[in-house]
Nanobody, 128 residues
Framework: VQLQASGGGLVQNGGSLRLSCVASGRTFRNYNVGWFRQAPGKEREFVAAITWNGIVTYYADSVKGRFTLSRDNAKNTVYLQMNSLKPEDTAVYYC??????????????????????WGQGTLVTVSS
């Protein structure tokens, strides 16, 4: 599967953006999708994940209550709605996919090594 992340841009403190991750391939409905981000000079970190069926979502503590994941399998797309953005949310955001249509532990989704396919990243810049 190939992933294309988009929707990044420049937004003011407190603003909103919606990122999209569009996948090629007809079996997208079998893939879990995770979002990670990498800020300048920092390690890449987990942001959020959604199971293949869209029933379960996971969020990093730093974004919980502000970011929301959803997916439309008919459109092969996962959306990351980001509200109340802060300057510390500034990063390149990557979506990633894992072919594992079954429930796993929370740590499974938080781990970069879980994901076999990665998109190219989209830059989000939040000005103060």
């Amino acid at each position: 599967v190939q992933l294309q992340a988009s929707g990044g841009g420049l937004v003011q403190n407190g603003g909103s953006l919606r990122l999209s991750c569009v996948a090629s391939g007809r079996t997208f409905r079998n893939y879990n999708v995770g979002w990670f981000r990498q800020a300048p000079g920092k390690e890449r970190e987990f942001v959020a994940a959604i199971t293949w069926n869209g029933i379960v979502t996971y969020y990093a503590d730093s974004v919980k209550g502000r970011f929301t994941l959803s997916r439309d399998n008919a459109k092969n797309t996962v959306y990351l709605q980001m509200n109340s953005l802060k300057p510390e949310d500034t990063a390149v955001y990557y979506c990633a996919a894992d072919l594992s249509p079954r429930y796993n532990s929370r740590n499974y989704y938080y781990t970069e090594g879980t994901y076999d396919y990665w998109g190219q990243g989209t830059l989000v810049t939040v000005s103060s």
